[in-house]
């Protein structure tokens, strides 16, 4: 297998990078995309301890001789577990399709997710085509309350 033939040093500052972009994600000034990165932190972090990885700003743990490392195989499960799991707090950190402000910070965080690659282009468009019929629907209950 491929990955048996990387080496362990390779393999290991490979991940750490990976997971240390999901943590320097650059905030912006709208609180809903920063609720959605502090998501997408928290979920980064988590997979950074479950691979025994340093996390910046945070104690390290002493190391345990103990400890079983991972192979390979079982690293990458865990990384590709971890940026699921990444992608999955960003979505769910979305603010809700009701009222006008939340319907627009909706559509700035799928805008930043395909930015940072959290949603493919096809998940985007049907989350943008459910926030323009939620913006449809709150005109129409807006219109009712004044007319």
Avoid at 63 to 76: H, Q, V
Avoid at 119 to 128: C, H, I, Q
């Amino acid at each position: 297998m491929q990955a048996d033939n990387l080496q362990e040093g390779s393999w290991e500052q490979n991940v750490r990078e990976r997971l240390m972009l999901q943590l320097e994600i650059p905030a912006r000034g709208n609180p809903a995309i920063v609720r959605c990165l502090d998501a997408m932190d928290r979920a980064a972090r988590e997979t950074m301890k479950k691979l025994h990885v340093a996390i910046p700003g945070e104690p390290s743990e002493p190391d345990d001789p103990n400890r079983k490392k991972l192979g390979a195989e079982e690293t990458r499960g865990v990384v590709e577990d971890g940026i699921k799991n990444c992608r999955n707090a960003y979505r769910e950190a979305m603010p809700p399709l009701v009222y006008e402000a939340n319907i627009r910070d909706f559509i700035a965080c799928v805008a930043h997710g395909i930015l940072i690659d959290v949603l493919s282009l096809e998940e985007s468009s049907k989350l943008l085509y459910a926030a323009q019929v939620a913006a449809s629907a709150e005109t129409r209950r807006y219109k009712s309350k004044i007319g």
